[in-house]
């Protein structure tokens, strides 16, 4: 029988890691995941779990020792937020590169600057390149159900690829949430035993981790790595098909939340879509106006195809991201839904907006207003603007109108939702 229990996001995953019991966990210090290694590091002071604890002097040491801990052949992971990775910035490179199945519980914050330690996706979309699979979390309930679902991924056959598990900075990693924790046998038994075929303490087998490649290589290297990523989809949807036999908890690349019917859509990634949801229920019984929402859960390997069809049927889509790309297209989330949907002909409009950057609150009459825009897209078929703000406090966007040079887009101020 689960067990009922009231914890925050970090508990929660100190929580996963103390059941998951790795061989190997460096940490640093950063807000707001520093609660993560001070549990792990009670349980251990304790005696309830016998994870070697490393202390080290930065974060950068953090992820060169769980490197060098899982090329030994070691079970390891780690924990940090925004510049505590921003200086982990090589070796996230080399974790992916060495193809080790490393676990990074990743605390989201804004990076610097200005200096904020609040909530944004900043720290993680920079990293989506280094080639590491990305998980992402609403709430305190699915952080622990990805973390316990992260090492099965990472140290599958066909993928070894380090994998960050992501969750909001203070919105869930410091709220408190009634959770159900899975039994600790059926957690040891789900994610089971590391057996690595090939790592440095083997005395049966000379290796190198990490060797310096020349140009007849490297691309070899990458292809391999490319095709790691796409056999991880299937096994993403095959470790969540066994958690669900165990849990009863469904899980895929997205959760798709009164998208039946819908004509008009939200795509979002994170805690904010909860939010969202409420602003879904609102509309719909009070207008009767179809929308919907698809959650982001895997954001690498990134869900083109499944994306696209799931929209479909829709008119207009809005797309959400909480980090700027200061790009010609918009966010990270919005250039990956956009590719997909011109891949797939979508005639849907499209719109990108940014949102929640450095904490900033998002509201359930922000997301009414951003399907009121997405109604009136549909309506007219103006060609729409390439992105806008939700709550820019600035005088010179609190309601620009539309007009040619906007392409018709309305960028929120504060005092306009």
Not at 129 to 139: R, V
Not at 172 to 184: A, K, R, Y
Not at 299 to 319: D, G
Not at 398 to 404: A, L, M, R, T
Request: charged content about 25%; overall charge negative.
């Amino acid at each position: 029988m689960a067990i009922r229990e009231r914890l925050s996001g970090n508990e929660a995953v100190a929580y996963a890691i103390k059941q998951i019991n790795p061989d190997v966990m460096p940490a640093f210090p950063i807000t707001p995941s520093t609660e993560i290694p001070q549990y792990v590091a009670t349980y251990i002071a304790n005696g309830e779990i016998d994870t070697e604890f490393i202390h080290v002097e930065s974060e950068h040491s953090a992820m060169s020792a769980t490197i060098g801990a899982s090329a030994a052949g070691a079970r390891a992971l780690t924990a940090t937020s925004s510049c505590g990775m921003a200086l982990m910035w090589e070796e996230l490179y080399v974790a992916a590169s060495d193809r080790l199945p490393i676990v990074l519980a990743l605390v989201n914050r804004a990076l610097t600057g200005p200096i904020n330690i609040n909530a944004d996706h900043s720290d993680s979309m920079g990293a989506r390149d280094t080639g590491w699979i990305q998980i992402y979390a609403e709430s305190n309930q699915e952080v622990y159900d990805n973390f316990i679902q992260a090492f099965p991924i990472a140290e599958h056959e066909k993928v070894h690829l380090p994998v960050m598990v992501c969750q909001d900075g203070f919105i869930t990693s410091h709220g408190v949430e009634n959770i159900l924790l899975v039994e600790d046998d059926k957690v040891k038994t789900f994610v089971g035993e590391y057996e690595p075929e090939h790592y440095l303490l083997n005395p049966n087998e000379k290796m190198a981790v990490g060797p310096y490649a020349v140009s007849n290589y490297y691309m070899e290297t990458k292809r391999a790595q490319r095709q790691a990523m796409i056999e991880a989809k299937q096994v993403i949807l095959d470790v969540a098909k066994k958690f669900e036999e165990m849990t009863g908890r469904k899980y895929a690349f997205f959760e798709e939340y009164r998208m039946e019917d819908a004509e008009y859509a939200v795509v979002i990634i994170g805690s904010a879509a909860g939010t969202c949801k409420a602003a879904i229920e609102h509309i719909r019984s009070t207008t009767g106006k179809k929308v919907g929402l698809i959650k982001i859960r895997v954001f690498r390997p990134f869900p083109e195809e499944e994306l696209a069809k799931a929209l479909a049927h829709v008119k207009a889509v809005a797309i959400m991201d909480r980090s700027e790309m200061f790009s010609a297209t918009g966010g990270p989330l919005g250039a990956e839904v956009r590719a997909a949907l011109y891949q797939a002909k979508s005639s849907a409009e499209t719109v990108n907006y940014f949102y929640g950057l450095g904490g900033r609150d998002i509201t359930v009459a922000d997301f009414e207003q951003v399907y009121e825009n997405l109604g009136e897209m549909a309506r007219t078929h103006k060609p729409v603007g390439m992105y806008g703000y939700i709550g820019l406090r600035s005088e010179q966007n609190q309601e620009v109108k539309p007009s040619e040079e906007n392409g018709g887009l309305r960028v929120h101020g504060t005092d306009s939702i």
